[in-house]
């Protein structure tokens, strides 16, 4: 889904300031009703709220600076810096965590037992309800408009309604059996903030270190590709994520020999325009030309791409450049990342190709495999 820029930056905003809100009165009503009761664990939900607040205030500051246009040192604009908004935020709740955690297990190895009231049932259920809420509604917003921070901060909330619910479950053991429970429920509590935080954290740094697109998109964009007329392969897609909202990339087309350079001009600003519109990735365009004149030249592709990608572990041939003057064979090949000897394999597929047409000398080029 594109979405104006403007409007995607005010929907988050607004959703922040709505959790940022909404999180400080339930960190009030808990500590509050934590202390009181000598609850540990509604305290250190408590806690989890502020948190919660400093997630949705880094949240607001990230998407501020990420719309900064390009200069000169930033060339491909400021979008990461959403990316690294959402690292601060999962290593703040991993930090959290890891605090809760060893405050539970000083409560295990020294047990006091809480008061717990009809007040704290009631703060604990309201808490539940209002965090399912708030939750199901920020983490559709950062569905929406693509925003790893907000969707970490929606699927965290969610969390924190079932976490919640089992500091429930304490205060009735407590006030069925007079057992304490507190620290054990504020263990697990601990355990899973940073389970989720850890889970959290993982998204970004991919963004950041340069992850695979996924499937659905790079074959998307090469089905919109293959509309376009005069295109009769689409190879060698790549795109580099410079933020949610913006990516640059360049792919491989094959085009008849025939084709004038105004008619490749024609075809790739038809590419550009359309990837652009419908996935907003601004692509560079190489070509590869298809002999259509020769039909034996038209025959040594097909047996090239045979002796090839029959070979376990080659995915596909393409980029074929045959120069009968000076018998020369000249291919791009794409190889599956469990080849664990690329050598080999190229060995292998110009042994099989040299095996049918000896005379030839045979260049093979390695590509990586980028994307589906």
């Not at 922040?16 to 250190?44: D, H, Q």
Request: hydrophobic share 45%.
């Amino acid at each position: 889904m594109n979405v104006n820029a403007d409007v995607r930056e005010k929907k988050i905003t607004k959703t922040s300031v709505i959790g940022v809100l909404t999180n400080l009165a339930l960190a009030g009503f808990k500590a509050f009703t934590g202390l009181v009761s000598g609850s540990v664990s509604i305290v250190l939900d408590a806690v989890n709220n502020l948190t919660d607040v400093l997630s949705s205030v880094i949240t607001i500051v990230g998407i501020k600076l990420a719309k900064r246009p390009p200069d000169k040192k930033h060339p491909f604009g400021h979008g990461r810096i959403e990316y690294f908004s959402a690292i601060i935020i999962s290593v703040i709740i991993v930090a959290a965590g890891t605090i809760s955690l060893v405050e539970s297990v000083k409560k295990i190895i020294a047990p006091e037992a809480p008061d717990y009231s009809a007040a704290t049932i009631i703060v604990v259920v309201a808490a539940i309800a209002v965090k399912l809420v708030l939750g199901r509604y920020v983490k559709s917003v950062g569905v929406k408009y693509n925003s790893d921070a907000l969707t970490a901060s929606g699927a965290d909330a969610i969390y924190d309604a079932f976490l919640t619910l089992s500091t429930l479950i304490g205060v009735i053991v407590t006030l069925i059996w007079s057992v304490s429970v507190d620290g054990i429920i504020g263990a697990l509590i601990s355990l899973y903030i940073i389970k989720a935080g850890v889970e959290m954290l993982m998204k970004p740094v991919n963004h950041v270190v340069g992850t695979r697109e996924d499937s659905e998109t790079t074959k998307g964009i090469k089905r919109l590709i293959r509309t376009i007329d005069g295109v009769q392969g689409v190879y060698d897609l790549i795109i580099h994520n410079y933020g949610p909202n913006y990516a640059i990339g360049s792919v491989h087309i094959e085009v008849p020999d025939t084709f004038t350079a105004k008619q490749i001009h024609e075809i790739t600003n038809s590419i550009q325009r359309a990837v652009f519109a419908e996935y907003s990735v601004f692509l560079t365009v190489g070509i590869y030309a298809i002999d259509t004149q020769d039909a034996q030249l038209a025959e040594m592709r097909n047996v090239i791409r045979e002796c090839t990608e029959s070979r376990p572990g080659a995915l596909n041939a393409h980029g074929i450049f045959i120069k009968e003057a000076e018998k020369t064979i000249n291919f791009d090949i794409v190889v599956d990342f469990k080849v664990q000897d690329k050598q080999a394999l190229i060995k292998d597929v110009t042994d099989s190709i040299k095996a049918v047409y000896p005379e030839y000398s045979v260049c093979v080029n390695v590509d990586t495999d980028f994307s589906d």
